[in-house]
């Protein structure tokens, strides 16, 4: 008695929730996407009349937002971008448009996100000799003799937290960083102001 009371009620679960669970279905299935690399707030996405906000500031690698109405069974997936993050892009994968819906192909939208990234970097003065180098978390910038300005070789993502240190002096001298910590904005950070004098 037990176990025809556990097979119905799974049976009236998989009724509900029409997602391809077998038996009569009305070849309904829930829509859902895969989104990767999203780390910023306002992404929209879009199938047919119905759209999905997708918030990638909760700080998960991966995020599996679910369409709220169910597609038929044999239509086509056409998942878009409504509007884009903020200080982001992202882009649904090619390959998942167009695919006829089933229960496998209604679960196999990918879309991929990035984070808009910007230079950081400043002023020199007073740098004689060889030997500086800079430090901004794993990032390390050798700055030469003469130099007037720097910039590190990698881009710093929108949002992120920076702080410029000075890992090894120059050469006889000694170097101090001013305006060295704080968010990256949307845009370029230029005026970090590097400082040496004799040691």
Do not use: H, W
């Amino acid at each position: 008695m037990k176990s025809m009371y556990v097979r119905a009620s799974a049976g009236a679960l998989c009724a509900a929730l029409l997602a391809g669970c077998g038996g009569s279905d009305n070849g309904s299935l829930v829509l859902v996407a895969t989104v990767t690399g999203l780390a910023k707030p306002g992404l929209v996405l879009k199938s047919g009349d119905q759209t999905v906000k997708v918030d990638g500031s909760v700080g998960a690698p991966t995020l599996t937002p679910t369409f709220p109405n169910l597609i038929e069974e044999d239509s086509t997936i056409d998942v878009q971008i409504l509007t884009q993050p903020t200080a982001a892009k992202c882009d649904v994968d090619k390959k998942t448009i167009g695919l006829k819906a089933n229960y496998y192909t209604a679960r196999q939208v990918v879309v991929t996100c990035s984070t808009f990234s910007y230079t950081l970097g400043g002023t020199v003065s007073g740098l004689t000799a060889d030997g500086l180098i800079l430090n901004n978390g794993a990032m390390q910038k050798a700055v030469p003799a003469g130099s007037v300005d720097f910039q590190f070789d990698t881009k710093v993502d929108d949002g992120a937290n920076y702080g410029v240190t000075v890992l090894q002096n120059p050469v006889g001298q000694v170097c101090t960083v001013a305006n060295n910590a704080g968010t990256m904005p949307s845009g370029p950070v230029s005026n970090i102001a590097v400082t040496c004098t004799k040691a």
